[in-house]
């Protein structure tokens, strides 16, 4: 099939939260969909090999900072952890997008819910009763974890992920192409007309082609969008800088716990300032490269043994995004303030916890890359850039005065653009 032969009313790039929601609301509308991806199509396994295949790390900074995405069908949700954090409305309305119908649908169709206690590992519950002993308000937080599929403990399918969306929109006739990495987007007459991108058929090579469609929606996530819509001409994009939420995953042993897979990231704290800390509890499919990529060799045979715990802090907006893609950040003072505060109070916990033996991995450890895109600016509140019919809906649109994790926003958003894009 060469979508250049076909008609589509649209195409979305990527098929990360937003890039799915909206090619399966518009397919299931009955508009002709077809969405190009980046990575490939592989079901999703959480086994060091299938996170290898899929995880895609990217430099932030001269130093050790990255962060971590995913390339698949399904975007970075086939990796995430599923904690979520309500939409902040009222940051949205003041920028003219009302998400409040868009966030009472997203709540009714998905589970979205603290854990019940007995889903709680081991070491999370271990943490936690650590925490609050040094007065921490130490709580659950909201998981997009189907329960019901957790009969027998942790399970990584009852985590919603973007795939399901993207398999439905393709029940409904949406047409995906994976291995499609878009490298241009067509512009004729000041409006979007289509796409450029080499289709990597074998490992060896690719075959360049274009598709058209009269509207493009660009949810090639954070990293990626930004670069994309710089090659459209639009400017001003990374002026200010842009922030990463670093932190400090920090581990220790702690004789005699019988530790399981669990949910990483159900429970934590917030500091004053901006700084979180919060369960760091990875899977042992996790653990095992971790540890092995941090030498921390006595940790790699004791997975039952270990604890974790995060610290993420809110960093100001600085550094630059080079013309040809890179990143490029150096932390500040208060920013590395934050984080040595952080770090103090996260050992604190781990050593209130009885662990022995703490280890951390430095700052290499950013989240979420956001500031680079804003809405008002480089988008209008219909998520249209300057270049008519082109759309940018993905976490590089978030607001900087929203510090949390983005699915949920995310989801509501691609709703938002959704009933625009189906507006008569
Ligand atoms: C380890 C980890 C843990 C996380 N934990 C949480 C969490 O607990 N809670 C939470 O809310 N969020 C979490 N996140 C973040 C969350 O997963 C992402 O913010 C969210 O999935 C972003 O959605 P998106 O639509 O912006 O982009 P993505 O999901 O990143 O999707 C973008 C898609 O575009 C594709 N693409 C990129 N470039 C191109 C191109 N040139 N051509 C075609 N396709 C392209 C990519 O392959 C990808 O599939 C986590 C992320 C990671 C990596």
Request: charged residues 25%.
């Amino acid at each position: 099939m060469n979508p250049a032969t076909r008609e589509f009313d649209m195409i979305v790039i990527g098929s990360g939260t937003c890039g799915a929601t909206i090619a399966r609301d518009l397919s299931c509308a009955g508009k002709r969909v077809l969405m190009l991806e980046r990575g490939g199509n592989a079901p999703l396994k959480e086994t060091l090999g299938g996170i290898v295949r899929i995880a895609d790390q990217v430099k932030l900074g001269a130093g050790t900072l990255g962060t971590v995405r995913a390339l698949t069908a399904g975007g970075s949700t086939a990796m995430y952890f599923g904690v979520v954090n309500d939409p902040p409305l009222d940051v949205f309305r003041a920028l003219g997008i009302d998400l409040a119908g868009d966030f009472a649908a997203v709540r009714a169709e998905l589970p979205i819910a603290p854990l019940p206690d007995a889903l709680l590992s081991p070491q999370a519950r271990h943490l936690a009763d650590a925490a609050r002993s040094l007065g921490h308000a130490w709580r659950k937080y909201d998981m997009l974890v189907d329960a019901s599929r957790c009969a027998s403990g942790y399970a990584y399918d009852a985590k919603w992920k973007a795939r399901r969306y993207v398999e439905d929109a393709m029940r409904d006739g949406a047409t995906l192409v994976v291995r499609a990495n878009v490298e241009r987007i067509l512009i004729e007459r000041g409006k979007a007309v289509g796409v450029v991108y080499r289709e990597r058929r074998t490992p060896f090579g690719s075959t360049p082609r274009e598709a058209r469609a009269p509207k493009i929606v660009l949810a090639a996530g954070e990293l990626a969008s930004p670069q994309m819509l710089r090659g459209c001409g639009i400017e001003g994009i990374g002026a200010r800088g842009f922030y990463c939420n670093p932190g400090y995953a920090i581990y220790g042993l702690v004789r005699g716990l019988r530790g399981t897979d669990g949910f990483v990231g159900c429970m934590g704290g917030e500091l004053e300032d901006g700084i979180e800390l919060g369960d760091a509890n990875v899977v042992h499919a996790i653990h095992r490269p971790m540890m092995l990529g941090g030498m921390h060799l006595r940790h790699l045979r004791s997975f039952p043994e270990t604890i974790g715990i995060g610290v993420k802090v809110e960093d100001t907006l600085s550094g630059r995004l080079h013309p040809d893609g890179r990143f490029d950040k150096q932390l500040g003072p208060d920013d590395l303030h934050k984080l040595d505060k952080g770090k103090r109070a996260a050992v604190e916990v781990l050593k209130a916890s009885g662990a022995r033996h703490i280890v951390d991995f430095g700052v290499t450890a950013a989240g979420r890359v956001g500031g680079l895109l804003q809405i008002g600016e480089h988008v209008d509140a219909n998520l249209e850039t300057s270049v008519r019919n082109l759309h940018v809906c993905d976490g590089s649109v978030i607001p900087d005065a929203m510090r949390g994790t983005p699915t949920l926003t995310l989801l509501c958003l691609a709703h938002y653009l959704s009933r625009r894009l189906l507006a008569p």
